[in-house]
Nanobody
Framework: QVQLVESGGALVQAGGSLRLSCAAS????????MGWYRQAPGKQRELVAR???????VYADSVKGRFTISRDNAKNTVDLQMNSLKPEDTAVYYC????????WGQGTQVTVSS
């Protein structure tokens, strides 16, 4: 059974920072590539960052240099540090494996005001 619980979203002003956290309950977490996704209103869900079990990271061009993904394999958690936030970062953020399982968590809302 896959369970994903995201937290840390908030309303923040442009230029601000947030740290999102995901608690993942899934088998073989330490070797799974994990990702943070986001879905803005009226848009498809997109992968913004992923991290392999060996901590190799890849970022979408839109967040490169501003977001940092990290993981703690002892705690089965994946974090996303978001700096220099822009209004276009407004979305519901989700974590999942990459590629994703069919189960999704409830997500966490990030709203960036201009």
């Amino acid at each position: 059974q896959v369970q994903l619980v995201e937290s840390g979203g908030a309303l923040v002003q442009a230029g601000g920072s947030l740290r999102l956290s995901c608690a993942a309950s899934l088998s073989s977490f330490s070797i799974k590539t994990m990702g943070w996704y986001r879905q803005a209103p009226g848009k498809q869900r997109e992968l913004v960052a992923r991290i392999t079990g060996g901590r190799w990271t890849v970022y979408a061009d839109s967040v490169k240099g501003r977001f940092t993904i990290s993981r703690d394999n002892a705690k089965n958690t994946v974090d996303l540090q978001m700096n220099s936030l822009k209004p276009e970062d407004t979305a519901v953020y989700y974590c999942n494996a990459a590629p994703p399982y069919s189960n999704w968590g409830q997500g966490t809302q990030v709203t960036v005001s201009s």
